[in-house]
């Protein structure tokens, strides 16, 4: 279907907006472990809220025979596990390292897609996938040189850039559906894998927060959910929907290069030479994948 060109112009200044401000989910995370929610709860909160916020336009929606995303259980648990892991991989490691180890994903969408879809190995797609690899390499074993994940939030965020890489793939794949139903299960299954993750008997996620800690949090969960979280993903889709492929895939870049340097700014976290070669190495994997991608789709089309 080609894209609009009204709805283009919109959508652009939208994908903007929206992938600078993922890039700063982070801050909220943040605010509520240190408000009194352990790991594991605080990122509940932030996808259960969101979900007791959407059941009434879903019940509504269910009456008048519509769909609701409940019946989108793989796209839900790929996507919004990917990111309900991410989400807990910022309160169990240092931000920087989380975010640069999520971004790796265009390493894991370049094997997939060789392995699975039949795509060839293209010289900028090799560049690519060089690139993104040494980022690797050099966040896990550049202070200690054991490329290993060095803690449970660097293992949560290596695995969520995998996940949500197959779950791209699926979404270019399968059929396509409303930006409503793809939001809800998003947050819907997503809650579902915090709740998974939260319930794990270990200490670093820790315990269910007491009524008394959590009465006092609800207008600011609320508000999180209502001003942030579902207008942020809704922009984000809904952009995605009226951008070619190649420009969204710079746009989402932003999302790499505001997380990461606003972590720098914000936080007290030990951010050297190791986590800066890496986050270099990482963006300019995801630039080059996305104008590698773009110059062999205009070969492609021009035989």
């Not at 992938?19 to 943040?30: D, Q, T, V, Y």
């Not at 409303?178 to 270990?202: C, D, N, Q, R």
């Not at 800690?213 to 600011?220: C, Q």
């Amino acid at each position: 279907m080609p894209i609009d060109a009204s709805s283009q112009r919109w959508a652009v200044p939208v994908v903007v907006l929206a992938a600078s401000a993922w890039g700063l989910f982070w801050l909220p995370l943040r605010a509520f472990e240190d408000a009194g929610l352990s790991a594991g709860w605080a990122t509940l909160a932030q996808f259960a809220t969101p979900v007791l916020v959407l059941v009434p336009a879903a019940l509504w929606r269910f009456v008048r025979g519509r769909t609701t995303g409940i019946g989108e259980p793989a796209k839900g648990l790929l996507l919004g596990g990917a990111v309900a892991l991410y989400a807990e991989s910022v309160l169990l490691t240092e931000v920087a390292r989380a975010l640069i180890l999520f971004y790796v994903t265009p390493v894991w969408s370049t094997l997939l897609e060789i392995a699975f879809m039949g795509r060839r190995l293209s010289a900028a797609r090799a560049v690519a996938l060089t690139l993104g690899l040494a980022g690797l390499l050099t966040i896990l074993g550049g202070k200690t040189g054991v490329p290993l994940p060095r803690n449970l939030g660097d293992a949560m965020a290596l695995l969520s850039g995998m996940i949500w890489a197959v779950g791209s793939m699926r979404v270019r794949t399968a059929p396509g559906s409303g930006i409503f139903e793809t939001v809800f299960a998003f947050f819907l299954y997503g809650s579902a894998v915090a709740l998974a993750v939260a319930l794990l008997p270990i200490a670093a996620v820790g315990t269910a927060p007491a009524w008394a800690e959590l009465k006092p949090l609800l207008p600011w969960l609320l508000l999180a959910a209502i001003g942030f979280l579902i207008p942020v993903m809704w922009g984000l889709l809904w952009g995605a929907a009226h951008i070619d492929p190649g420009r969204l895939g710079i746009l989402l870049q932003l999302e790499a290069v505001i997380g990461i340097g606003s972590a720098a700014l914000l936080t007290d976290e030990p951010f050297g030479w190791v986590e800066a070669l890496g986050t270099v190495l990482v963006i300019s994997a995801g630039l080059v994948d996305v104008f590698g991608g773009r110059s062999s789709s205009r070969r492609d089309g021009a035989g």
